[in-house]
């Protein structure tokens, strides 16, 4: 880490501000501290340089918020390492976890809402990035899922009688009261979010009404937010009179459904990324048969469609990756994906996908109006990028092309943690199919 330097001039780019306003060429960018403190077009009305000054000539580059991401998961999967025998211990998670959350920002994410980990590990992350232990994005962490019997974190091949293990993504909570029991401790404990899980697919709903509503109202006496994993119809509308924070996935949610979570207000997070993965590239990174593949196929399908239907309501589309659910979702690698997703599938454009994953993220990271946004007065997170990504928008999947990472007034130091990449591919693998 550096320190954060009297002043940071960014001058000559072409701004993109994560509002949705048009790109503006020629600005300058102030930063003093962990604040933009100007932002305008180079006329003179900056203060001249300084040798104490930090200047950055972004001369034919694009100056943009820090991407947020509003499904990332830090400590959910652990790849192999070799002479390691217990990568799912609390030990090792967390080493695991402390490697991951710096690829995760040297790829340009400043922030990240991370839906359910392992043990405590995430809430030790976020309070080692907040003290300065760690360098990392800033993070709104969740604990375990709350899953019950056949919920997505309920998984196959344990048998009922075992229930989930201390090192499982979900624990299991089977009646109101230990759905109840379960959000006060992960209060507690300091998570920002609880993650309720429903099932794999959305076929059945396994998580009841009324277990939905007792989580809301338990989590937020504590001013914590709710996320659910909800793919079914009946989950969907459930959650959505709850009055849940999020909706995860959403992708049986009918038009009348969706008439609902409009009423009530609440964005809907489809993860796209995460089944496209497995379509795209299952065979080889997550070894699913080609009858899983079919169905995730068909589920992106409905998705798409479904993400149109909500889009025609105003219903709030966040985007999130599902970066680290399982060995294919390498840190740092698929963060951007997304918006490519949102704009040839879905039909936004450009600049709708660019904030929807800046200003549009902000709220799921508890940071409206001060991040997502390049303006004076809000927090010093931005982005400089070699190319245009309103002309492509896969850039933001190449953090080869970013020259600049700035979060909270500090310059990121790219070569930071760069050891070699560990392998993410043991063939044996856990996955959750998008949870
Ligand atoms: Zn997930």
Redesign the pocket.
Known sequence: MTNAPQRLLIKNGTLIDGSGRDPAPNHVVVVEGNRITHVGSADGSVRSETPDDTVIDATGKFIMPGLIDA?C?IS?HQGALPGVKYTSSAEFCTLWAAHAIGRVLRAGVTSIAV??GKWFTDVTVREAVEGGLLEGPRMVVAGRALSNYGGIFDPDPYPAYEGTPNDAAGVLCNTRDEFIRETRKQCKRGVDLIKIADSTWGDVQTVADDEITAVVHEAHRHNVKVAI?SRGSTSTRAAAKAGVDLI?HGDWANERDLDMIAKAGMPIAP?LT?PWLGVEHGAAGRGLGGRVRDRLRAQLDTSFQMIRNARDRGIPILSGS?TG?ASAFSHGKWHGKEAELFVTEVGMTPMEAIVANTSGNAAMVNLAGEVGVIAAGKLADLVIWDNDPLADITILQRPAEISLIVKDGRIVDREAGGFRQLSEDPPRARM?L??
Do not use: Q, R, T
Request: net charge negative; hydrophobic share 30%; charged share 5%.
């Open positions: 499904h998961h959910l839906p359910g994993h995860y993860v995460s599902d659910n959750f998008a949870g």
